[in-house]
């Protein structure tokens, strides 16, 4: 039976369901009405769903969609109606406003709202089961999700009588075409993007296969590049080896200086008192200064810097080699939050009980030891004795009078943890040094809840209590969040440069492989010896100190993330699209490998599969579209382009007004779904970082999105890659473009996209809009680099060749 048919017969017979009009319970409407209604009705499947999904502290009904989720429903108790005002009911485009203006429906509404805006997810819906509004709650187009439209059924006779509407825009058909974003913002159907080449590939993405050699380099990427940074003990000669001071702008960015050094003036502005870091002689001596006197103050010192700068290294560093003799009679607590469980319900417990583990394990101290109580609580004990309990003319009560005293003490953990601490202060005069890590990849309610713990401890603990958090998180509370009522003492971390650190950091871990070799700690039964490994390393690490082109691709696509770059070297180490026996060939021959740049861009695009995919890749497609319109090709590049240009000339924090990015997109032609689409794509893979704020907010360009167009998308190495990933307007061309695989079949399929994309630019200039983008400068440079490649190809078929027909080669003559 025709799916449309089927569904609306099932809606015909939930009609009928003895639970419409029951009151039953929200658990009872999701099983019997909703479930029925979503799987049965509209075309989704079990598969589709993920229910109760736990996520910032609060669970959410139904997420529809996988693997990019296209709305979140809550459902709400059958016996709760959705209140319309006389006169709209039975009309389906209602304001949300209209809605707000019943309490249950706003409460349920603003619900669904924060869950996805928490997610990115697109269009938010609640259901009581027999009635449903679908509202679209995460956008960037400038309109604030409260104040646009909703389409509303007020009943299952309603959505019954209007079945064509209900699967038309809710249907899972509906929502994979985005015909229900196009409705609520009143705009026409756009003709959906031709279908990909990789959905004809059956085997897409596939797998890259690797070596036993490759296998086994990776293995040990992972042992000497990654897992080192993670060890719980980490040694004071990794710390000194791989640390990079913060603060040096990079020399490869895309982005000007202006711009980089943008990113933390802000924060001065907000606090007034902030500092760096570092200076340039080392260690900002204020930073040092405050360590000695921030538990006189008993505020905590905050370290503001982004997700993957460098701030554990950082903290690491001080400790044990800047600080170290400031700190030499310190009890150095650290919680590291990378390690510790996701969900934690009693935040304050829970860091006392790490504080009293760490005691034990790193300084010898047991602080529920039967002695050490009894020395905590040596003026309790006296004035206990003094009591009607403390008679000692019956020793048995009186030991078990006071070790009832004692336990109580015992149960109250945070004070029993600051008596310990004021204990070993007065006794030894060792204060502690209290460190909150890695807090920056919680959720924000998390982190703030974390600094309300730190100052907590810092208020009544002795000692010095430091906190990292990332300053969006910073400014958000700070205006109305958690901070807003602590004076804090702030220092700002800025990135290292990337190629310092991967330097260092192979240079470590050389140096650990040849230690190893003596110490017998080198994994065993790998096709991979010391020496080889040590050649590879020599062959990356002259790539990091020679190649401009290698250290510009690492910094900008990392974004000033240090934790990115080490991944992307991670990447490339053992991939699949490196042949590690060359590598081994010429260090056998008394040379040192010269990394090419596009295995280093193959690793990075790829990854570990065939095929350029999207979801899985840390790179995005810059040419990719939502629409049958070739013209959305140059659309995210001229939207980066132009974002870029604003930023760099508007000076300030570098931000580019949301509303202002729509107005350019439309005035080169395109609708606001096509501008959102590609703007959504563009914050999730890094291009732009949208920064929420009134008026619908605003974009920051970043590195990435800049090296991105106006440097990788010239590379025929990105070319070959989105290829497959890029639907094509043209049917003649569609049809040309094919799934290859040797390099003389792929350099041809280049051209023909290239050329594609030259046809669609004449269409797009011949508007006569201003193009801040130009395509054809890129298309003269790729042109260019596909000749190299070409040129490249055809000198190494002639080698092979020549090995082939070698008088000495095996098989001459035969």
């Known amino acids: 039976m025709d799916p449309f048919v089927s569904a609306k017969e099932e809606l015909k017979k939930l009609l009928s369901s003895p639970t419409v009009g029951s009151g039953a319970n929200e658990d009872t409407t999701r099983l019997q009405l909703i479930d029925a209604l979503l799987f049965n009705c509209l075309g989704w499947s079990i598969n589709d769903a993920t229910t109760e999904d736990h996520h910032n502290g609060s669970y959410v009904d139904y997420i529809l969609g996988k693997p990019s989720a296209h709305f979140v429903l809550e459902a709400k108790r059958e016996g709760i109606p959705f209140s319309l005002p006389v006169g709209i009911a039975g009309r389906h485009a209602i304001s949300v406003p209209t809605l707000l203006e019943d309490k249950s429906t706003a409460d349920a509404i603003r619900q669904v709202l924060g869950y996805c805006q928490e997610r990115g997810v697109p269009i938010g819906i609640i259901s009581n089961g027999h009635q449903m509004a679908a509202f679209f709650a995460s956008r960037q187009d400038g309109v604030p999700p409260l104040s646009g439209e909703a389409l509303v059924f007020s009943s299952l006779q309603d959505m019954y009588d209007e079945f064509s509407m209900l699967w038309s825009y809710l249907s899972k058909p509906a929502l994979n075409t985005k015909n229900l974003q196009r409705y609520l913002v009143g705009r026409k159907n756009l003709s959906l993007a031709p279908e990909k080449l990789s959905n004809s590939i059956s085997h897409y993405p596939g797998f890259r296969r690797r070596t036993e050699l490759e296998t086994d380099l990776k293995t040990l990427g992972q042992l000497f590049i990654q897992d080192l940074e993670h060890e719980k003990q980490i040694s004071d000669d990794f710390v000194q080896g791989c640390y990079c001071p913060s603060g040096a702008l990079s020399q490869y960015s895309m982005l000007s200086k202006e711009v980089l050094r943008a990113r933390y003036s802000s924060v001065s502005a907000v606090v007034g008192q902030a500092e760096k870091v570092s200076t340039k002689k080392g260690v900002n001596p204020k930073l040092t200064a405050d360590m000695v006197s921030a538990g006189l103050s008993r505020r905590p010192i905050v370290l503001l810097g982004d997700v993957g700068v460098g701030k554990s290294m950082f903290l690491r560093h001080l400790i044990r080699v800047d600080a170290a003799d400031v700190l030499k009679k310190s009890l150095v607590l650290y919680v590291d939050f990378v390690r510790e469980p996701v969900f934690v319900n009693d935040l304050p417990s829970y860091i006392t009980?790490?504080?009293?583990?760490?005691?034990?394990?790193?300084?010898?101290?047991?602080?529920?030891?039967?002695?050490?109580?009894?020395?905590?609580?040596?003026?309790?004990?006296?004035?206990?004795?003094?009591?009607?309990?403390?008679?000692?003319?019956?020793?048995?009560?009186?030991?078990?009078?006071?070790?009832?005293?004692?336990?109580?003490?015992l149960q109250k953990e945070f004070e029993h943890v600051r008596?310990?601490?004021?204990?070993?202060?007065?006794?030894?005069?060792?204060?502690?040094?209290?460190?909150?890590?890695?807090?920056?990849?919680?959720?924000?309610?998390?982190?703030?809840?974390?600094?309300?713990?730190?100052?907590?401890?810092?208020?009544?603990?002795?000692?010095?209590?430091?906190?990292?958090?990332?300053?969006?998180?910073?400014?958000?509370?700070?205006?109305?969040?958690?901070?807003?009522?602590?004076?804090?003492?702030?220092?700002?971390?800025?990135?290292?440069?990337?190629?310092?650190?991967?330097?260092k950091r192979l240079e470590y871990a050389r140096s650990k492989v040849i230690e190893s070799g003596t110490e017998g700690v080198f994994p065993e039964n790998l096709s991979i010896d010391d020496d080889d490994l040590v050649a590879y390393l020599d062959a990356l690490i002259k790539a990091f100190k020679l190649d401009d082109d290698l250290k510009s691709l690492i910094d900008n696509m990392s974004g000033g993330n240090t934790r990115t770059a080490l991944l992307f070297l991670y990447t490339f180490i053992g991939s699949g699209y490196v042949s590690t026996q060359r590598v081994l060939d010429v260090a056998d021959a008394g040379r040192t490998y010269t990394v090419p740049m596009h295995e280093f861009i193959r690793a990075i695009v790829f990854g570990d599969y065939d095929y350029f995919s999207p979801e899985a890749s840390a790179v995005c497609n810059l040419f990719d579209i939502t629409t049958n319109d070739g013209r959305e090709h140059f659309?995210?590049?001229?939207?980066?382009?132009?974002?870029?240009?604003?930023?760099?000339?508007?000076?300030?924090?570098?931000?580019?007004?949301a509303a202002g990015l729509y107005a350019f997109g439309q005035s080169l032609g395109f609708s606001q779904e096509q501008i959102g689409a590609q703007l959504d794509r563009a914050s999730k893979k890094n291009l732009l970082v949208f920064v929420d704020g009134p008026e619908g907010g605003s974009y920051r360009p970043t590195s990435v999105g800049s090296y991105l167009y106006r440097k990788l998308s010239h590379s025929f190495s990105y070319i070959d890659a989105m290829t497959v990933d890029t639907p094509v307007v043209d049917p003649t061309v569609r049809r040309s473009i094919k799934d290859v695989h040797s390099i003389k079949d792929r350099l041809q399929r280049a051209k023909v996209f290239q050329s594609y994309l030259d046809a669609q630019w004449e269409v797009f200039a011949g508007q006569g809009v201003e193009a801040v983008f130009r395509w054809p400068d890129v298309s003269s440079e790729l042109a260019s680099d596909i000749a190299e490649a070409e040129r490249k190809a055809d000198f190494a078929m002639q080698k092979r060749n020549e090995t082939y027909l070698s008088p000495w080669s095996p098989g001459f003559g035969l």
């Open 353 to 409: 009980e790490r504080m009293a583990e760490q005691l034990e394990a790193d300084h010898q101290v047991d602080i529920y030891d039967r002695e050490f109580v009894k020395a905590v609580y040596n003026k309790e004990i006296n004035r206990f004795k003094k009591t009607i309990f403390g008679d000692e003319s019956d020793p048995d009560e009186y030991r078990k009078q006071e070790r009832l005293m004692l336990a109580g003490h």
């Open 419 to 503: 008596r310990s601490l004021e204990h070993l202060r007065a006794t030894s005069s060792r204060s502690p040094l209290v460190v909150l890590d890695n807090i920056d990849q919680r959720p924000t309610e998390f982190q703030e809840s974390i600094f309300e713990s730190a100052h907590s401890i810092a208020d009544s603990w002795p000692g010095t209590v430091f906190v990292a958090i990332r300053p969006s998180t910073f400014f958000e509370s700070r205006s109305r969040g958690a901070l807003a009522a602590y004076q804090t003492r702030v220092f700002t971390i800025e990135p290292a440069r990337t190629d310092q650190v991967i330097i």
């Open 635 to 657: 659309l995210l590049p001229s939207m980066l382009a132009h974002a870029q240009r604003v930023a760099e000339s508007a000076g300030g924090e570098g931000l580019v007004p």
